[in-house]
C-alpha cells in the first residue's frame, strides 16, 4: 500500500478511538505519494509498526488527517488531487516537527 492509497481511502479507516489507541497513519521515508505506508491501530505506548522493513514513520491519526483536509477532503479526491494532498500532509507534519524541535531547544 502506498501514501496515495492511504489518502484516497481516509474515510474507510475512520474509526472511533479505542482504550486510548486510534488507526493511525504510518508511511515511509521519504514521504513521498508512492512511499510505503500503511494504517493500523496506534500502540498503546505509541511508537511505530515493529519489525517493518522499511521503518514505517507516524504521522497522524486516520481521524486527524481528515479535520486536516476539511470539508474539502472529497471534492480533492474527485479533481484527482491525491498527490498533492500527500505532499500538503507530508509538508504539514514536517512543519510541526520542527516548530516542537525548536520549542524544545
Sequence with gaps: MTFTDVIENLRQYDEEPFNGQA?????????????EAAVEWSGEKGGVPFGRKPVLFHLMTVREALKFFGPEYDELL??????????????HISARNAARVRRDV
Excluded at 474527485?78 to 509538508?91: D, H, P, Y
Aim: with cysteine; net charge negative.
Design 23 to 35: 488507526p493511525t497513519i504510518y508511511v515511509a521515508d521519504p514521504w513521498t505519494p508512492s512511499s
Design 78 to 91: 474527485s479533481q484527482g488531487e491525491v498527490e498533492g494532498m500527500c505532499r500538503k500532509l507530508a509538508t
